[in-house]
């Protein structure tokens, strides 16, 4: 399945989310994050662990009411950046 995200702290920012299987890969201009989908025991969003392509990695929520969330891990900083916008099929 292929969707776009668009970041909402940049209204022309738009990412191009990936999803196969329990594989996701996110594609924005020359950067590419992959990771894989982590099983909750708890109702909730979708999530995502993004291990490549990010210096301490981070996270991708899909949640229920068709928004999604990046979330950039630092090293020393628990978050760098969170960005949450709408997804898109397409």
Request: aromatic share 8%; charged share 15%; no cysteine.
């Amino acid at each position: 399945m292929h969707f776009i995200f668009s970041l909402t702290h940049h209204k022309d920012t738009e990412t191009t989310v990936t999803i196969q299987g329990n594989n996701i890969t996110l594609q924005e201009g020359a950067q590419t994050y992959k990771g894989k989908h982590t099983q909750s025991s708890v109702p909730g969003p979708q999530e995502f662990e993004l291990s490549e392509g990010l210096f301490a990695g981070g996270q991708f929520l899909v949640f229920t009411d068709g928004s999604a969330e990046l979330t950039v891990f630092g090293s020393g900083v628990p978050v760098i950046a969170k960005h949450r916008g709408p997804l898109t099929k397409v």
